[in-house]
């Protein structure tokens, strides 16, 4: 049996759809903001959605938002229920995380490409920073479900597609390290299974990059893949260690989006050797041999 | 049906040019985008006689009902996108529009030419917004350089031939009788407002190509009164567009006398908006 | 103290001429509007040589973050204004610039020239958004118009002289220079963007006046765009606005070229936005 | 002692000011939205404020509302609390309408002019259709709380100024006249003291339209004067009535408004003999002889 292909994205309803905000949990500096998706097909680890408030999307600083936006899929669980993690840095997100259970959230996707499964094998190494530890919630919870995966064409007890058709109990090994500004930041690591943790100011865990962590554990180890998300400079970083040791490793990128799904031409970043790609549709996933370096 | 320039089509809503990807939108939504077409022509984005990267990032910004794009016309090219890409449209459930923008007056009759050979391509439309090199200005916001242009192109296909005029432009209704005596079948109106956006708290401007285009619902109105202007000087078909986000919007714009209705930034919030549109426009 | 063509100003925020009535206000809100002047100097609304009644009703149509006005200039004539207006604005604890109006550079001369000779108005904004009653294009849109308007009325007075240029033109930096090569002092931008509305579910205009001009948040993008590129074009001090709402925005108009900014639409939301505009803008 | 000089109104602060939202009652078809203003000038009855939500104001259909919206002060107590009396007809009145308690208003007012007491020894008829009777909640409350008025400047219970020199214990007489569309929006008739009712369906009161009471009531009583709001047709046709019997009436009036404080010059009505007056500052209430008609 063999992994999914590299890059393989599960296709998405063509039509936005009006869901329910189930819950909004505060978490540290983040909010997770739960919805119910019953009809939506199981996304892949690292796809994202657009989204907007159904009420109220509009009316925040500078007359916006106006535009949906994009929030990888963090959680997913077989009865459709599916969260998103949010950090608050404008007038769209606010305006997410002030919803309340019973409130309407338009949802377009899933989209873009996600991770692919690490060769078997090889551990996979998982490197968030702030809130790009959201879609690696979702490729934690894929990697841990699929060693338990029954053929059912989604890793079991979450409703998501990767390695399902990994051999039932071949137990795939991943570890997360996870870096963060602070204390109240640092909160979002509970959202990971037995992560090693990064704070700028030492408040919590290892004080320094986790880049740092991330040397450390390339170090002396058996064979892996990195899997990254977080700001720019950090994958940047991630992306030149693991070039340094010829390390495969797939980042998931940001970019101001207006469309999602690949009408707008707008979420352009720099191409290794020229050009440009859509992080909606050639990402947000991307292998890090695609880019000459993260800006 | 609706006759448009000879072309059938099933209602009056196509799409903006450069507002939708039909070919990467099937890879994201597989087949029911065939099979629910949401526009009764389809418009591609701006073709070039060589291939364009586009602009550097960042390419959007976020104005109050609106948005600002510099995504600078990428493109494969001419032959890249006959190549490539037509085949893959053709296999669209509609008739399909090419957009091209060239430099020169020169330039439009070679790509209009090429385009005129296919038969997959219903009809062409012009992207006069472009730059004049020696005066900086738009082309097509000059009466007399449109109607050359025009005129030039006209000798070369026999396809219908739609101009798409300037908003940055004095009298946009000159424009267009400029477009229909140069032998136009159709103007459509409008493109983006010339806009800009500084990076928050800097002087450098936020956009990598510096200034952008204005498109959304800021910008309905101003669309709306020179679709007007347009309907008072010619008799010529007209393809209204700028901020349609309802039918009530897109039925304004065939009230104030355009005969179909383009959605463009819309499209980007719901991707099925043009259909919404198109089902509930009468 | 900002000097502005010789004039004092306590801080760069003014308001645009038309959106407020410091006279009304002064009614209203007592003497608390002379105490806490928003504005660093006062600009009348337009004033023309004949009394107008102004435009029928409606002329207000709200538009997504903006506002269509078709107001017609109701104004009580020169006579009218210098009589009874001009002793009450002069009251203000404010230097008072008066705008005027005129269909041609004769009626633009009488008005200067009367202006002139009152030494209450510190200086004078010319309106050249006027349609040219044979072309129909407002007489600001050509620069050759523009120019000539401008030297004709430069010889009628020696106090500062400032053009406010229409946005609907296809090159406002030329308009700019043209400005300039008349002998303007200054010149101010963005007036309002032509557009349109329909009565709801008719082919109607909704406005009395038919069309009207939009301002507010949704022009925000375009007035940066123009006033960057009349800052490319001049060295004249310029009199930014369109859309400013915050201490944030009038810093970018500052960043774009701007030296005092205006406060239009955001007055009708808050009479006092402009004096909390003005109190953080650095 | 005499009456204060009509068309007299009391100055606004210059500044908006933000108000909390107290509570919103449902009355049939309307929304009562009561807000505590403690530091404003008690207003003239018919005078009216500028209004807008603090949060969410600007999305709803076509990106609206952008403006703040005019409403009559249609209560107002001394402790503070001011009511609005709203029937949501657009995007602006649904989010006020949605409005709870807590949450923010922003509050630009009293302006404009108010009405006049009746001369001493007349009868006041107050004529209202519709939302047109939240002007003669307070001007009602006025009349009937000034014949007990002690010279406190105020209304006694009421926070309006109105009448207040009127002899303590004279007793002003005053009538309340409605019309409404049927019985959901009749249910605004509790809002006034005793009033009588005509509908349009005759499912409440009188069958047909509230001038056929106004009519029934100029026919044999005692000198009165006429105090109305309501739609234009309406306002027409007692202005109309009122001419023909040679009755002084105040007609309170709309017109759409982007400032309210007379900035813009949008809110134009023609003037009798030419030219137009500005609804904010030379009215909404004006001397029905001001008015050619009302349309
Ligand atoms: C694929 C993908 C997945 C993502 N996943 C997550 C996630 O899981 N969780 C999460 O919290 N975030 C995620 N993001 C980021 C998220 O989309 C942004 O934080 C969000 O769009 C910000 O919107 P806003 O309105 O709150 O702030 P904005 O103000 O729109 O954006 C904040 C930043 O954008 C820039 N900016 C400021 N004003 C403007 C303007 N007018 N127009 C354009 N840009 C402007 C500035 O750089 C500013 O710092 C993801 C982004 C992508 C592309
Ligand atoms: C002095 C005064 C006192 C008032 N008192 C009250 C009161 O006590 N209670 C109350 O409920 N109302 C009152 N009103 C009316 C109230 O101000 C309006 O109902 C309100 O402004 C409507 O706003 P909206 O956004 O809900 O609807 P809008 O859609 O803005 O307005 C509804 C009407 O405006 C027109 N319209 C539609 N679209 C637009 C547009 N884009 N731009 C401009 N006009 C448009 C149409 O005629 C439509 O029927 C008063 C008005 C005035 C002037
Ligand atoms: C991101 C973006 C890209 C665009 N690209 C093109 C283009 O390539 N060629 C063109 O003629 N118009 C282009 N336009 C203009 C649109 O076709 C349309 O004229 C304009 O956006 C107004 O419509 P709207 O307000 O519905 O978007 C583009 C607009 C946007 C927003
Ligand atoms: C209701 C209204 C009336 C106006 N009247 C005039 C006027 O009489 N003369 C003039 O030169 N500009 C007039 N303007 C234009 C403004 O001065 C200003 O240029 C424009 O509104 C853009 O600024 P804003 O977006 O801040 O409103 C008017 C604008 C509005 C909204
Ligand atoms: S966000 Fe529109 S193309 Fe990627
Ligand atoms: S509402 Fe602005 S002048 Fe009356």
Redesign the interface.
């Known amino acids: 049996m063999s992994f999914q292909q590299a890059g393989e ?1 599960t ?6 759809r009006l869901l329910q905000v189930t819950a909004n949990e505060k978490v540290g500096a983040y909010r997770l903001l739960w919805a119910l998706d019953r009809d939506a097909p199981a996304p892949l680890p690292g796809q994202f959605a657009m989204i ?1 408030a159904a ?5 925040g600083v ?7 936006r994009a929030f990888s899929i963090a959680r997913r669980r077989e009865d459709g229920q599916c969260a998103f993690l949010i950090e608050d840095v404008g007038p769209g997100t606010a305006r997410l995380c002030a919803l309340s259970p019973g409130e309407g959230l ?1 949802v ?1 996707g899933p ?1 873009g490409r996600g991770f692919t499964p690490a060769p078997a094998g090889r551990r996979t190494i998982l490197v968030g920073g702030g809130i790009g530890i959201a879609p690696l919630m979702i490729l934690q919870d894929a990697i841990l479900g699929a060693g338990a995966a029954v053929g059912s064409g989604t890793a079991a007890g979450v409703g998501v597609r990767f390695g399902a058709d990994a051999t039932p109990g071949e137990s795939a090994s991943c570890v997360a390290l996870l870096g963060f500004r602070g204390r109240e930041h640092a909160h979002g690591a509970s959202l990971l299974h037995e992560p090693q943790v990064a704070t700028d100011d030492g408040s919590v865990g290892h004080r320094g990059l986790v880049t740092d962590l991330l040397e450390r554990h390339l170090g002396d180890e058996s064979p892996a893949v990195v899997r990254a998300c977080g700001p720019p400079a950090m994958l940047e970083s991630v992306r030149a260690i693991c070039e340094r040791r010829d390390i495969a490793a797939e980042l998931a990128l940001e ?5 999602g ?10 191409r290794r050797g ?3 790609l ?1 992080v909606c ?1 050639d990402g947000p996933v991307v292998d890090a041999a695609e880019l000459e370096r993260v800006s | 049906m609706i006759d448009f320039c000879g072309i059938e089509l099933a209602h009056p809503v196509i799409n903006g040019s ?4 039909a070919i ?2 099937r ?4 087949e ?2 065939v099979e ?1 077409f949401p526009f009764s022509a389809f418009v591609s ?1 701006t073709i070039t006689l060589s291939p364009r ?8 910004w ?6 600002i ?1 510099s ?1 600078g016309l ?1 493109n494969k090219g001419l032959s890249g996108y006959l190549a490539e890409d037509l085949p893959q449209l053709a296999q669209l459930p509609v008739p399909l529009i090419t957009n091209v923008m060239g430099s020169t007056a020169q330039e439009f009759c070679e790509l209009v030419a090429a385009c005129e050979r296919r038969p997959e391509i219903a009809a062409i439309e012009l992207n006069v917004s472009c730059p004049n090199v020696k005066t900086g200005l738009d082309i097509g916001s000059d009466p007399r350089q449109l109607e050359a242009v025009t005129q030039a192109v006209r000798g070369q296909t026999g396809k219908p031939l739609i101009i798409k005029l300037t908003p940055n432009t004095a009298d946009v209704a000159a424009c267009a009788a400029a477009a229909e005596r140069g032998g136009a079948d159709a103007v459509s109106l409008i493109n983006t407002l010339r806009a800009m956006a500084l990076a928050p708290g800097s002087d450098r401007p936020w956009l990598g190509g510096r200034t952008g285009g204005l498109s ?2 800021a910008i309905r109105a101003v669309a709306l009164a020179q679709v007007a202007a347009v309907r008072g000087a010619v008799a010529l078909p007209i393809i209204g567009m700028g901020g349609v986000q309802s039918p009530a919007h897109a039925r304004d714009l065939l009230r104030a006398g355009a005969d179909l209705v383009a959605v463009g ?1 819309e ?6 908006a043009a259909a919404r549109i198109a089902a509930e426009i009468y």
Chains 1, 4 share one sequence.
């Open positions: 994205h296709p998405a309803p063509f039509c936005r907007a009420q109220g999307w509009g009316a500078d007359e916006r938002p106006f535009l949906p338009w377009l989209l970019a101001g989006m207006a469309c799904y690949g009408a707008c031409y707008g979420c352009a970043v720099p020229g050009g440009y859509r549709v | 450069g507002t939708f990807d990467a939108a890879r994201v939504f597989g029911q985008l629910r984005k990267p586009g602009n550097p990032a960042p390419r959007l976020e104005a109050p009902a609106g948005l794009n995504i990428p959304g619902p930034t499209s980007f919030r719901d991707p099925a």
